[in-house]
């Protein structure tokens, strides 16, 4: 079982940057592919980022502008956010899973752990 709590959301203008963190509970947080997946209102959850053990993957809307990272001795993954727009907000979830292939990265069926998400908001 992992808990996971995310923190860093909050309002910013357009390009600017923000980091998002989110902290796991439990052992073994090493072995769990980390992701980020982001809601904006109306629209369907989609996939943002995930480290698959020490690999990464971006989702095209992000590529270049977001990194993903993760600091396993502090049970913590990150998500760095830079020239941010307004189509980038949205709450922003971590999930994490321990079996997930790397062809279902992106879907958010793939992921058995949650956190409660964090509000980002960009203003244009």
């Known amino acids: 079982q992992v808990q996971l709590v995310e923190s860093g959301g909050g309002l910013l203008q357009a390009g600017g940057s923000l980091r998002l963190s989110c902290t796991a509970s439990g052992s073994a947080f090493s072995r769990y592919t980390m992701a980020w997946f982001r809601q904006a209102p109306g629209k369907e959850r989609e996939f943002v980022a995930a480290?698959?053990?020490?690999?990464?993957y971006y989702a095209d809307s992000v590529k270049g502008r977001f990194t993903i990272s993760r600091d396993n001795a502090k049970n913590t993954m990150y998500l760095q956010m830079s020239s941010l727009k307004s189509d980038d907000t949205a709450v922003y979830s971590c999930?994490?899973?321990?079996?997930?292939?790397?062809?279902?990265?992106?879907?958010?069926?793939?992921?058995?752990?949650w956190g409660q998400g964090t509000q980002v908001t960009v203003a244009s």
């Open positions: 480290d698959k053990r020490g690999s990464r």
């Open positions: 999930a994490a899973s321990g079996t997930v292939i790397t062809s279902n990265l992106g879907s958010d069926a793939a992921y058995a752990y």
